[in-house]
């Protein structure tokens, strides 16, 4: 079966940094567009970061110049790089895939991803 299974998370002060791992398995892991999103508590569920089979990725301006996705086809994983983290990272960090039913970059709209993990909690503290 499809499997999304993310790592990584805990608690951390701010200025910290943290990789976050997503193992896939039960699909065709360079088939599929791998995305990042993030719920903090109160607040809507944020998709922030993506990364397509060829390696094109995407990051939302809240994220930008601190977050790195990458992706390891040889153990169908993807990691997010994160510097110095801030306490409003605080969140449930959730990956999650989709097959691209066209070329062209990838996106964050939750609607599109077709699997997904079951989060991995990160704290920050101030």
């Known amino acids: 079966e499809v499997q999304l299974v993310e790592s990584g998370g805990g608690s951390v002060q701010a200025g910290g940094t943290l990789r976050l791992s997503c193992a896939t398995s039960?699909?065709?892991?360079?088939?599929?567009?791998i995305g990042w999103f993030r719920q903090a508590p109160g607040k809507e569920r944020e998709g922030f970061s993506c990364?397509?089979?060829?390696?094109?990725?995407y990051y939302s301006d809240s994220v930008s110049g601190r977050f790195t996705i990458s992706r390891d086809s040889a153990k169908n994983t993807v990691y997010l790089q994160i510097y110095t983290l801030e306490p409003e990272d605080t969140a449930v960090y959730y990956c999650?895939?989709?097959?691209?039913?066209?070329?062209?970059?990838?996106?964050?709209?939750?609607?599109?991803?077709?699997?997904w993990g079951q989060g991995t909690q990160v704290t920050v503290s101030s």
């Open positions: 999650a895939a989709y097959r691209p039913r066209a070329r062209g970059v990838c996106t964050v709209r939750a609607p599109r991803y077709d699997y």
């Open positions: 039960g699909f065709f892991f360079d088939d599929y567009t």
């Open positions: 990364i397509r089979s060829d390696g094109d990725t």
